[in-house]
């Protein structure tokens, strides 16, 4: 039970610590509703911004299972590439076989020039290799740059963590 609790707060923190949260955001629960509200965005750039986050979600499904994290280059610059490959080796060594993306909701997204943030809730599953299976909802902030007229995501801030709960890796059997 006590590798379990453990393994979840791993994958809950994995999958929603990134990256530390930016000061000055006001947290909403993770069970909060989406509010609707308007983006400075064009359509191109809500539907671009919107596809890079499901396919980068989908790639990190991808990378897990297969215990490699290189589908995830495409939609990602290559500081949040190098965090990505040190969650998913993380959630790997601590039993995890699968994550599943659930739902994703859309908030607010606007544009900068080339820099964008787009706000969701997601709920994943996760599933660990003794058939155990955990589920989450949390809101992410996703910061992205357009690189050579492509969107990627640099950052993934999830601001309803607490980012002072760091909960240890598991160093051997559960007595």
């Given at each position: 039970?006590?590798?379990l609790?453990?393994?979840?707060?791993?994958?809950?923190?994995?999958?929603?610590?990134c990256i530390?949260p930016?000061?000055?955001?006001?947290?909403l629960?993770?069970s909060?509703?989406?509010?609707?509200?308007?983006?400075?965005?064009?359509?191109?750039?809500?539907?671009?911004?919107?596809?890079v986050i499901?396919?980068?979600?989908?790639?990190?499904?991808?990378?897990?299972?297969?215990?490699?994290?290189?589908?995830?280059?495409?939609?990602?610059?290559?500081?949040?590439?190098r965090?990505m490959?040190?969650?998913?080796?993380?959630l790997?060594?601590?039993?995890?076989?699968?994550i599943?993306?659930?739902q994703i909701e859309?908030?607010?997204?606007?544009?900068?020039?080339?820099?964008?943030?787009?706000?969701?809730?997601?709920?994943w599953?996760?599933?660990?290799?003794?058939g155990r299976?955990?589920?989450?909802?949390?809101?992410?902030?996703y910061?992205?740059?357009?690189?050579?007229g492509?969107?990627?995501?640099?950052?993934?801030?999830?601001?309803?963590?607490s980012?002072?709960?760091?909960?240890?890796?598991?160093?051997?059997?559960?007595?």
């Amino acid at each position: 039970m006590r590798l379990l609790l453990l393994i979840s707060g791993l994958v809950s923190f994995s999958l929603t610590a990134c990256i530390a949260p930016s000061g000055g955001v006001f947290p909403l629960s993770a069970s909060a509703t989406p509010p609707e509200s308007p983006s400075n965005a064009d359509q191109s750039d809500i539907t671009s911004i919107r596809d890079v986050i499901q396919r980068a979600n989908s790639e990190q499904e991808q990378a897990v299972a297969s215990r490699d994290s290189s589908p995830m280059r495409d939609t990602s610059t290559d500081r949040y590439y190098r965090d990505m490959v040190r969650i998913n080796q993380d959630l790997v060594d601590n039993g995890v076989t699968s994550i599943k993306l659930e739902q994703i909701e859309w908030g607010t997204i606007s544009v900068t020039g080339n820099f964008a943030q787009a706000t969701t809730w997601e709920s994943w599953a996760t599933t660990t290799s003794d058939g155990r299976t955990a589920r989450s909802r949390d809101r992410n902030l996703y910061r992205l740059t357009r690189e050579g007229g492509s969107w990627k995501i640099d950052a993934d801030d999830h601001p309803d963590s607490s980012p002072n709960v760091v909960p240890p890796l598991r160093t051997g059997p559960e007595v």
